[in-house]
């Protein structure tokens, strides 16, 4: 069992659409969470930055974390097909840690 | 101006070849490490480096070495290149000093193929 784990997608939506995309892991020790987005032929770029559980929002974008369930999701409000791209989770369980990484979702925003 | 730069960014060789890829970075990290990223294996670690002097193994380290020239440059080798190292590879920068040390930067990407 990878300790990471994430659905591959991909994920299609019409614009507008509030779309959902989450991962799974097993490390209860993980503390730290990440959402990754990469757009084809391009290098990740860091997206959302969160410690331990709860919210945090920016902009459109809404991180949620809950360690009792080793679940964390990435909540996209009214999707643009310019959000359409790879997203990879990561986490690692201090912050001087390298990160483990999710395979990646591949989401499709239709205008 | 890129802060975290590779080279090439696309490559072509045969199997047996050596082939270096190299990354270079502008935004003073000491920390740098080398991914590569495969259809549904998303990405793997190689190689990481948390300084000059301190190199260490990924999860797939075979088949590869790297050199840690200086702290803004981390090079990638491939010593006998064969054709499932064909993948898209990546360097990576965080910073030791900053709040969040993994964090991680990432660079363009090179995208080798082996034939």
């Known amino acids: 069992q990878k300790e990471v784990e994430q659905d591959p997608g991909p994920l299609s939506v019409p614009e507008g659409a509030i779309v959902s995309l989450n991962c799974t892991y097993s490390n209860s020790a993980f503390q730290y969470f990440m959402w990754y987005r990469q757009y084809s032929r391009k290098g990740p770029e860091l997206l959302m930055y969160t410690y331990s559980s709860g919210n945090k929002e920016d902009g459109r974008f809404t991180a949620q974390v809950d360690k009792s369930s080793k679940y964390i999701s990435l909540f996209i409000r009214d999707s643009q097909p310019s959000d359409s791209a790879t997203y990879l989770c990561?986490?690692?369980?201090?912050?001087?840690?390298?990160?483990?990484f999710g395979t990646g979702t591949r989401l499709l925003v239709s205008p | 101006d890129a802060d975290v730069t590779q080279t090439p960014r696309n490559r072509i060789t045969k199997t047996g070849k050596r082939i270096m890829l190299e990354c270079s970075q502008t935004?003073?990290?000491?920390?740098m490490y080398w991914y590569r990223q495969d259809p549904g294996l998303g990405l793997r670690l190689i190689y990481y480096s948390f300084d000059v002097k301190d190199i260490n193994k990924g999860e797939i380290s075979d088949g590869y070495s790297v050199s840690r020239q200086a702290q803004a440059k981390f090079s990638l080798s491939l010593e006998s290149a064969i054709p499932n190292q064909t993948a898209l590879y990546f360097c990576?920068?965080?910073?030791?000093?900053?709040?969040?040390?993994?964090?991680?930067?990432f660079g363009p990407g090179t995208r080798l193929t082996v034939l």
């Open positions: 990576a920068t965080s910073d030791l000093k900053g709040g969040r040390a993994n964090e991680q930067f």
């Open positions: 990561a986490m690692s369980a201090t912050g001087f840690q390298k990160l483990v």
């Open positions: 935004k003073g990290h000491d920390r």
